[in-house]
């Protein structure tokens, strides 16, 4: 990536909003993500979290404000669309089938073919594929041809971000990926994430574990009834001020506090626990 790339934010949100007849989830949101970046997203239920997220990844249309994508504006929102840009996103229920193998999973709806005119699947290519991107995360199964049914929570975790990874995204949104798991179980799929960044993939994290996006991420915005309520350097705050912040009980940027990325495009530096 050459350095004016690296400049360019790699997702650039300005005036987002989103109504539902009467409902407004979103109103007059900024957010810009960078290359290579950790991103968190905190807030309540209601907060408009699931909103942003599912406009980012081209599941739903804004009402109004615009969406860039490195440098080009979106026009047209659709998870295709999205993927096509570099962003991909695994859902809170992973949408795995339990009944196929974990390469199938990896690869499902974009198999690998052999090159020949009946357009084969190449079963040993994804399997060797899926094991690879796997051991890039840290995850080492006995075969990646037993059926997703008989993994851990957090190896199914695993599999669902290895198919985000499969074709190099730019960045992969991840929707409350600790929700199910212990705090032990948690912690390699916590690990995986906090990888991510280092080998040049974006992270944009939506979790009501605050701590994880404590140690993941290197800023996080805070939502509160579709508003950006502040946007804050992980490594210079707390969970308690999330918990305030969220609550209502803080500052927030429009009323004076300066974005911290606001004269730095440089991604910054990951954070460790």
């Given at each position: 990536m050459t350095s004016a790339a690296a400049a360019t934010p790699l997702i650039e949100a300005h005036g987002l909003r989103k109504s539902y007849g009467p409902v407004e989830a979103l109103a007059d949101v900024d957010v810009v993500i960078h290359h290579g970046e950790g991103v968190g997203v905190a807030g309540d239920n209601g907060a408009g979290k699931s909103t942003l997220m599912k406009i980012v990844a081209g599941?739903?249309?804004?009402?109004?404000?615009?969406?860039?994508?490195?440098?080009?504006?979106?026009?047209?929102?659709?998870?295709?669309?999205?993927?096509?840009?570099?962003?991909?996103?695994?859902?809170?229920?992973l949408s795995l089938c339990d009944n196929l193998s974990v390469a199938e999973n990896v690869f499902l709806g974009r198999e690998l073919r052999r090159r020949s005119r009946l357009g084969i699947?190449?079963?040993?290519?994804?399997?060797?594929?899926?094991?690879?991107?796997?051991?890039?995360?840290?995850?080492?199964?006995?075969?990646?041809?037993?059926?997703?049914?008989?993994?851990?929570?957090?190896?199914?975790?695993?599999?669902?971000?290895s198919r985000a990874l499969a074709f190099d995204p730019k960045m992969v949104i991840l929707d409350e990926p600790t929700a199910a798991l212990s705090v032990n179980a948690a912690k390699p799929l916590l690990e995986m994430i906090r990888s991510l960044p280092r080998q040049g993939a974006s992270v944009m994290l939506v979790s009501h574990r605050l701590n994880d996006l404590l140690e993941t991420t290197s800023r996080v915005y805070v939502l509160r009834h579709g508003r950006i309520a502040a946007e804050l350097v992980t490594s210079e705050t707390t969970e308690e001020e999330l918990l305030r912040l969220m609550a209502g009980l803080g500052g927030d940027i429009r009323g004076g506090r300066e974005p911290p990325h606001a004269h730095d495009n440089a991604p910054a530096q990951d954070k460790t626990a």
């Open positions: 599941a739903i249309r804004p009402t109004s404000g615009t969406l860039v994508c490195d440098g080009d504006p979106v026009r047209e929102f659709s998870p295709l669309h999205a993927r096509s840009h570099g962003i991909d996103m695994v859902y809170q229920d699947i190449d079963s040993r290519g994804m399997a060797r594929r899926a094991d690879a991107l796997l051991r890039r995360l840290g995850l080492e199964l006995d075969s990646v041809l037993e059926p997703v049914s008989i993994l851990s929570g957090g190896q199914r975790q695993a599999v669902a971000i």
